[in-house]
């Protein structure tokens, strides 16, 4: 079993600057590849970010790509997504996740099968 809690959500204006970060417990953390993704009001939940095991592998949605930084410390068990440049349409609950499936990044949501409570980040014009 893996926990994973994130934290680092809030309220920012366009323009500025978030760091989430993502606690996992449970297993031995270099062990699974990390992601990212969120969900908007009324929308699917959507890929964000993914990171391999090691780290030296990254993968980013085309939306946040130049903007959004994945990386994980396998030392102390977390990984963060920093978030430059946000966006009023980067609103949305943002969740980590987990995969025992993968060794490299993955997109897709099916091969991610733990999954953090979310934190909300909320980006005002």
């Known amino acids: 079993q893996v926990q994973l809690v994130e934290s680092g959500g809030g309220l920012v204006q366009a323009g500025g600057s978030l760091r989430l970060s993502c606690a996992a417990s449970g297993r031995t953390f270099s062990t699974y590849a990390m992601g990212w993704f969120r969900q908007a009001p009324g929308k699917e939940r959507e890929f964000v970010a993914a990171?391999?095991?090691?780290?030296?592998?990254?993968d980013y949605a085309d939306s946040v790509k130049g903007r959004f930084t994945i990386s994980r410390d396998n030392a102390k068990n977390t990984e963060y997504l920093q978030m430059n440049s946000l966006k009023p349409e980067d609103t949305a609950v943002y969740y980590c996740a987990a995969s025992t499936l993968v060794l490299g990044p993955t997109n897709l949501k099916s091969y991610y099968n733990y999954w953090g409570q979310g934190t909300q980040v909320t980006v005002s014009s």
């Open positions: 990171i391999s095991r090691s780290g030296d592998g990254t």
